[in-house]
């Protein structure tokens, strides 16, 4: 079989049981969910064994300890794999749910029913548990789901795919709603992504580079994730403790991740007062500084050495390290200007007093998140009550932000009337 | 200046003034709208004149007496294009809409607001109204538009644009708020739909040649009406009196209609009860009747000459035209297979008095309007209350079934705090 074929056979299957699984009572779906943690916790050997392989590999092709850690799956990682199993199981189940009820002068009535989106195709890199992540989102959602792993972790994510296929078997539900691609060639990809009748939508999970080829390349809908180049701005009317709070939070709370703030602005006015202490705590993060020239006059005294003048660049970089771009801005119009021009419309956030700023801010500021005295590192499908999120969407149109079960669904019109016919 | 330096001047200028748009107040929206009605009722002359042009261009080019039709503005269609200005004006205003905000355990307030999505493009053929509805409703949702129609009916295009930048420029908005491609040449279109910088999202409205070409080679996002091949299934358990209003409206009310049905279905067990009466009335329509054998057998002694057995390639075909596919099925299961299998997921319907079968249909019937006694006819952006459309989509993602100003937003997340960092 080539893999034409073989992609055609899983979008054919996934198709099907994606037919089943959008009628599928919201038990079968937990139970299934339950019965994949139960058949991880027995396969713990095979799942360690598996991964050995793909680690032992990984090294032979001198992967970087960074990305042998991404790979490694460990005791506690399969504990915490399962705890998200049995977590997804624990939400409430978006399919069917009807909402805007409402008669209309002619007497139907109509309102908007949340339904599966059918066949999701999630290709992604290094980190096995996303197999996992992404399976039971896909499932609990009521869709069909065909992932595509990273050749690194083949053996890790199959050893995983069979968990899941004996999860679903006990729970009597197809063994196709879940399929691993069994292929690592790379033509499995381009196929994935060119196959409107049996895939609805692509989510595809890592870098900038992957993700920018999947979305030029693709037939189908792609829900992308780009960069995360977060904003704090401190206003002239920002409470000191807040302001303070906030940026230290933002950037230092975790350097790799996509809701890190990577450059801060600070209103003129407050810059004196504000940008030395901020800079004074930064330094105990051992955080490097790229500051414009009025930052750098404030700050070249107090700072240690790690105080470099910035470039245009910086503004653009999602640096996901600990670096920290500064700017000193004339006033709110100024950074909401600078937000919306060198931003990634991912999360950025306003410290401020002021109500009517405040409402400014969030009406002009154009990301996927913007917040008003809070840090970026809220961003996050849990902290925002989705339960999980299959990616963050920098995309306008169906999702944006963290997107979680609901993401993964779409609203049909549903009408009602009593033998009504149209004048 | 190439036309490839032309459209992505338009971009420019569309970005800019989404930017603008996006913060326009609806006081100011409205006062646009209704000036461009104002602009529109003063241009009368310049209006018919213009539209003589194009009608003469396409009497020389040999248009069909019905494709004149479409093209023709009357003073009666300059009214109906006035009333449909002012009615987008009585809309609600769905930007900063703000919903389902609610405190998360962190403290953290979360909700979510509505926005355009920046930059509409919409690529539609000869009837010239839809620059007006296009305009219309883009302006209301917040969002630049950049408008290519038709090249039969440029003058009358070109002739509506100066008024709509009339109404635009009274009411104080940029005038590249809506922006009208002023070329025919084809290579406009291959690059309207290939600059993600610029278009946030593709409308086109057309043919389903035209559609899916569009779909095939765009780069941005498309929201893409495609079929409408509807069906009305008559159940075991239908009122006589429902099941044949409502057959006989959602056939015969117009033809021409995407909601129109195209396939009967009905039960076996009522077949002979209910065939011949409802082919009784279609033969008053003069509507040909493509039949199944078991059809064929009830209606043979009834029905006039049009009585014609149907092939395979009827149960696909939207005919558009006083033709109806007519199939007897065994139950409603055998009703549901042939409209998710034969079907173009737009609206289905069927007519039905058991509660438990009206539930399962409405769940297992995968389009994006699903009725229960009710006529297929209903499927429309005024009746559902959207106050107009842009389209009705058939895709999966974002929206389903008729979009009117909702369709053109998205939502983003904000976040309120007072101080709150992440732990």
Redesign the interface.
Known sequence: MSVLEYMHALGQQARAAA?VL??TPTASKNAALVAMAAAMDAARPALLAANAKDLQAGRDNGLTDAMLDRLRITDAGIDAMMEGLRQVADLQDPV?EISDM?Y?P?G?Q?GK?R?P??VIGIIYESRPNVTIDAASLCLKSGNAAILRGGSEAAHSNQAIAACVTQGLLDAGLPEHAVQVVNTTDREAVGHLISMPDYV??IVPRGGKGLIERIS?DA?V?V?KHLDGNCHVYLDDEA?V??AI??A???KT?RYGVCNAMESLLVAESRAAALLPEIAQHLREFEVELRVCDQAHALLADTSASKLVPATEDDWYTEYTAPILAIKVVADMAAAIEHI?KYGSHHTD?I?TENFTKARAF???V??????????T???DGF???LGAEIGIST????????VGLQGLT?????????????P
């Open positions: 037919a959008a009628q069917g409402a209309r002619s139907i109509i029913m339904v989106l059918g609805d939508v030029n037939k809908p829900i409470d403790t807040k709070n906030i230290i939070n933002a709370r919306n956030a410290v969030m009406t002009q154009d990301s996927s998140s913007v917040m008003v005295n809070a840090s590192a809220f961003a902290e925002y009550g995309d306008k149109i169906h999702a944006r932000g963290p779409s609203q049909k019109y549903v009408v009602f009337g009593d033998g009504h016919t149209r």
